[in-house]
């Protein structure tokens, strides 16, 4: 990249976070729709959890399994929380971390596994996850974890950085703006690794994993390690979840969350990073919107979904960005 | 002076299919060596078992003294045996240039968090990468095509830029899978070219091969398999000669009916 692009890409990325820290705030107040702050929370978190799917698309693996992990990191977080009495803070990495651990143990045997194959088994996942947590006793089985404190202080040094979630007047706005920020932060993760030689190598693994590997590319261990990143954004995103609803189920993420996730990435288009956040926002509000037409919204959703994949298959960004070049 | 590679009574069956049986040969430093056979022969198992992808049943390949058969192909790679692939196998989504970029893997100094990071050391790589790709594409007659995205080139450029791409990862033993297939007359004479500077460059080329004018126009020594079993072996001049080699190839001269 040349310092000549890179301009005006911060100025987009300072816009963009100018506009949802900013912004819709502002206009969520004069407009007294603070109930907004909740869905767009969601759409922040939701859309967390499909970048990870969107990283697995990347190295050539169908993943609908992330309402699994997204599963796990809540009940990790919230387990940390409530029995432990740690830090909602601290719980948070240390739900991605643990999803990153188990994924790493799972996907080493199947992400040998390739197209149909792979996403089957991924798609068993959500309901292994699901029927682990009726089961299990740290999970509480059906009646799940509820009355979840909020997020307690940051302090550093005597130095309070964030106040206790229970000290703002809009606890709403709070968990929107942490839901926000933990979105631009993985985001920008996402977007420097694929635009990093190890994305150039996730790249040259999706086009052709047996040239990879005979250019003495170590393909097992990268996929595990793009899989293992992949569960670590969708334990963040459960974790936060399960921080604002204060709750936790077995039945709050499920094989239809998982799926949604998948199509999140179809949506906003597989070769932009920033794909799948696009995806979830119309998503999640298209599906809202069509509530009013009662018996009949799932039947115009799916024809709409199947015609935007006739029509773009390349997704909503390349609406605009055809013309130039995917990276 | 000892061989480079040495191929030791290597076997794979697969159920009670024999591909490759009780086949034994060396490979010699900076020496172009073709393996040919009739289809079928198990040419393309023995390179399928010299860099690794499949384990031999029985039997051993070393490289430099050391048995390579059993690594993982990665890590047989990152010892300097490098193999390209039959078809068009490449990345084909990317450009030529970033093909090869990608494929400078084993020079890299810098760990895979430096590049995320963008360490000194990884943008040194990358500087050094990107050099080296343009010295490379250049040298294989790529040089225009560089930014073309690899599935939009032709044939005879394909089976340059899989060199190129071998070329990349910087290979002491560089295993060619029918580098001329598909490819017209003037192609191959370009591409017989294209290989023998490759050797100069100080590689030691292993080549499976169909077009016998180029076989025989490139090879130093030629193994000859055919129904997984070594028929004959030496330079071409010996091999057209071979009585083995002309059976196998043309079928038995039977009296009986009159042939």
């Known amino acids: ?327 | 002076m000892a061989p480079i590679i040495e191929v030791k009574d290597l076997t794979k069956r697969y159920g009670g299919l024999v591909a490759v049986n009780d086949v034994s040969f060396d490979v010699q430093e900076h020496e172009i060596l073709s393996i040919i056979g009739p289809n079928g022969a198990g040419k393309s198992t023995i390179f399928k078992l010299i860099s690794s992808f499949v384990k031999p049943t029985q039997g051993r390949v070393t490289f430099r003294g050391k048995i390579i058969s059993g690594l993982a192909p990665h890590v047989v790679a990152r010892k300097g045996v490098v193999r390209t692939f039959q078809e068009t196998t490449i990345f084909k989504g990317l450009t030529a240039r970033d093909s090869v970029i990608v494929a400078h893997h084993l020079r890299s100094h810098a760990s895979l968090p430096g590049f995320y990071l963008g360490t000194a050391l990884a943008r040194r790589d990358e500087a050094e990468f990107g050099h080296s790709s343009d010295e490379i594409l250049e040298f294989l007659g790529l040089g225009e095509v560089r930014n073309e995205i690899a599935s939009n080139l032709p044939q005879g450029h394909l089976r340059a830029l899989g060199i190129a791409v071998g070329l990349a990862a910087d290979p002491q033993v560089l295993l060619l899978d029918e580098p001329f297939a598909g490819m017209n007359h003037d192609e191959t004479n370009r591409a017989v070219e294209m290989v023998r500077a490759v050797r100069d460059r100080g590689v030691t080329l292993m080549l499976v091969e169909h077009d016998m004018a180029a076989v025989m126009k490139i090879s130093d020594r030629i193994v000859v398999i055919n129904f997984g079993v070594k028929i004959a072996e030496g330079t071409p001049a010996a091999i057209q000669k071979n009585d083995k080699v002309i059976e196998a190839y043309l079928g038995v001269e039977d009296e009986t009916i009159g042939l």
């Not at chain 1, 919230?78 to 990495?93: E, G, M, R």
């Not at chain 1, 052709?208 to 393909?219: I, P, Q």
């Not at chain 1, 969708?234 to 936060?240: H, Y």
């Open chain 1, 1 to 327: 990249m040349t310092p000549r692009d890179r301009v005006p890409r911060l100025a987009a990325a300072a816009a963009f976070v100018l506009i949802v820290l900013v912004a819709i705030p502002l206009a969520i107040r004069a407009s007294h729709r603070t109930d907004l702050y909740y869905t767009l929370s969601s759409v922040a978190l939701l859309s967390i959890a499909s970048a990870g799917v969107w990283l697995t698309f990347y190295i050539g693996r169908i993943n609908i399994g992330q309402g699994a992990y997204a599963l796990v990191g809540g009940y990790v977080s919230a387990i940390l929380v409530t029995t432990y009495s740690l830090s909602f803070w601290l719980s948070l990495p240390l739900a991605g971390l643990f999803c990153a651990l188990v994924s790493a143990v799972i996907g080493l045997p199947i992400l040998r596994l390739r197209g149909v194959y792979f996403a089957m088994v991924t798609l068993v996942l959500t309901e292994v996850a699901r029927l682990s947590a009726l089961a299990l006793g740290i999970t509480n089985g059906a009646k799940g974890i509820t009355n979840i404190p909020p997020p307690g202080p940051i302090s550093l040094f005597g130095l309070t950085l964030v106040p206790s979630f229970d000290s703002f007047a809009e606890r709403n706005l709070a968990f929107y703006i942490l839901s926000v920020v933990m979105m631009i932060l993985c985001f920008a993760a996402l977007y420097r690794l694929v635009n990093s030689r190890i994305g150039q190598l996730f790249a040259a693994m999706r086009q052709n994993e047996e040239l990879a590997s005979s250019m003495g590319v170590n393909v097992p261990a990268l996929r595990v390690l793009a899989y293992a990143i992949s569960s670590f954004f969708g334990g963040v995103g459960g974790a936060i979840f399960a921080a604002i609803a204060q709750s936790i189920y077995p039945s709050s993420f499920t094989v239809n969350d998982s799926v949604n996730f998948m199509l999140n990435c179809f949506l906003g288009g597989l070769s932009y990073v920033f794909g799948p956040m696009l995806g979830t926002l119309v998503l999640y509000f298209g599906w809202d919107l069509l509530f009013q037409t009662g018996e009949y919204q799932l039947l115009i959703y799916s024809g709409v979904m199947i015609l935007l994949m006739l029509l773009l298959p390349n997704g909503l960004l390349s609406l605009r960005l055809g013309a130039r070049k995917g990276s």
